[in-house]
């Protein structure tokens, strides 16, 4: 089992910034890919972006690219989204995500434990 925490989120205004982060706990985090999803009001859950489980191999959602910044620390067993240029249409609760595998993938069926969320809110 692997228990998720989210933190970091909050209230900021268009082109501002903010750090998410995810606290790991349970068996080694080492060992599961990484993601973040986010939920809007009224619609799917999506992938934001996802972290291979040595880092490294990151993957993006075109919307987020190049404006989004997804790390890990696996001796703190944290993952973190670095979030830049933010946008009205950034506004949602941001979920992290773990999976068996190294690899990340796009849907949240492959993904084994949730976090509770976190909102981000960005105002125009």
């Known amino acids: 089992q692997v228990q998720l925490v989210e933190s970091g989120g909050g209230l900021v205004q268009a082109g501002g910034s903010l750090r998410l982060s995810c606290a790991a706990s349970g068996r080694t985090f080492g060992s599961y890919a990484g993601a973040w999803f986010r939920q809007a009001p009224g619609k799917e859950r999506e992938f934001v972006a996802g972290i291979r489980w040595s880092g490294g191999l990151t993957d993006y959602a075109n919307s987020v690219k190049g404006r989004f910044t997804i790390s890990r620390d696996n001796a703190k067993n944290m993952v973190y989204l670095q979030m830049n240029s933010l946008r009205p249409e950034d506004t949602a609760v941001y979920y992290c995500?773990?999976?068996?595998?190294?690899?990340?993938?796009?849907?949240?069926?492959?993904?084994?434990?949730w976090g509770q969320g976190t909102q981000v809110t960005v105002s125009s």
């Open positions: 995500a773990a999976k068996t595998g190294r690899w990340p993938e796009r849907t949240t069926r492959h993904y084994d434990y």
